[in-house]
């Protein structure tokens, strides 16, 4: 876990780790500062050590101060204390494995079908925001370009790859173009590049296939640009996907109760520089986690992630809820998610 900050060291106690982790864990469950008459019970001490305990920790700078009560809450560096020392992840339960499990072994879903589904289903379980952010490496090498008719003189040209992902682009053919031209250049494509890798399909379709396409169909620049937009769509986006779930939930928190918030967390979600950067540092291993302004997403949240690198295709799953996000159960999804990932690589 990348927190790099509040090690466990000489300055906190027992007791008062045990404090901390209660306002952390309480503040998680209700948005609500907390106070030292819900304390003593649970720790066994007077009102005055708590609030004794408490103002320490605060001089510490691992709680705040709320302004509307006299309660606490944690600061972002008691956040970190609390992940790196305090936290243990929370396993997933059997129907959450079950469910997990079904889809990550189920080898007819195309790795990115399998990811987005992934998603949806970390959103519904968490009741948090779910992003992935994918891309194909160059690894991949053509397995097949194929052609659907549609109505209306419109046109779907498939690319698919060895590794299983699949592009699409639909185009609208001139009335002076019969499919069969279409489907011809498709068989020569197939016959002759069958097995390039997909980066190096867009120049040897100018100086190998369009040569021959030129000699054998009659309006071959058209045809041939229906392919070439194609391939080159395929190769200059390298096949970068980003599927977000469950905008919804993150604006049912209470850090984001008006208007003007929700204007700006939306905003974030539609900047492709600040999603970029969720998908950032994606070579460390495991599951990270980025507290307030680490993120660099937005100061008012915690984007827990981890990445992949599977059959020619990387990336990065990301989940993303306010500071007071349930960190035991988010980091033991993750962490399932991750080991499921390389399990298949290794099985594959």
Do not use: W
């Not at 708590?50 to 008691?78: D, Q, T, V």
């Not at 890798?197 to 379709?205: D, G």
């Not at 915690?302 to 990336?315: A, C, P, Q, V, Y």
């Amino acid at each position: 876990m990348d927190v790099t900050s509040a090690k466990r060291g000489e300055d906190v106690n027992n007791r008062q780790e045990k404090l901390l982790k209660e306002i952390v864990e309480s503040y998680i469950a209700t948005a609500k500062p907390v106070g030292s008459k819900s304390l003593c019970q649970k720790l066994k001490c007077s009102s005055a050590t708590i609030r004794n305990e408490m103002a320490y920790l605060e001089e510490l700078g691992y709680l705040e101060k709320n302004h509307i009560s006299s309660g606490r809450i944690p600061s972002e560096k008691g956040y970190k204390y609390y992940v790196n020392n305090l936290m243990k992840p929370k396993e997933l339960s059997d129907k959450e494995t079950r469910k997990l499990q079904t889809i990550f072994r189920n080898h007819e879903l195309a790795l990115s079908d399998a990811i987005e589904a992934c998603v949806e289903i970390i959103s519904e379980m968490t009741s948090y925001t779910s992003i992935s952010l994918g891309k194909s490496s160059n690894e991949n090498a053509l397995q097949q370009v194929s052609v659907i008719p549609l109505k209306n003189n419109q046109l779907v040209a498939i690319v698919c790859t060895d590794r299983g992902i699949v592009q699409n682009k639909q185009f609208t053919l001139p009335h002076t173009i019969h499919i069969q031209e279409i489907v011809k250049t498709c068989e020569i494509i197939n016959k002759m590049l069958i097995g390039t890798p997909i980066n190096e399909v867009p120049e040897r379709l100018e100086y190998e296939i369009k040569p021959i396409i030129a000699d054998k169909i009659e309006q071959y620049e058209t045809i041939y640009s229906i392919f070439s937009k194609t391939f080159s769509d395929f190769t200059n986006k390298n096949n970068e996907t980003v599927h977000v779930s469950g905008k919804k939930f993150l604006l049912q928190e209470p850090e984001y109760d008006n208007v003007e918030e929700v204007r700006k967390i939306l905003a974030k979600f539609d900047d492709a520089s600040l999603i970029e950067k969720i998908d950032s540092d994606n070579n460390k291993e495991g599951v990270n986690i980025y507290i307030g302004k680490e993120s660099e997403f937005d100061p008012n949240v915690t984007i827990i992630k981890t990445t992949f690198h599977k059959n020619g295709s990387e990336g990065t799953i990301a989940i993303i809820g306010p500071k007071r996000m349930e960190y035991d159960r988010v980091v033991g999804l993750l962490s399932f998610i991750n080991k499921e990932l390389n399990k298949e690589e290794s099985n594959g």
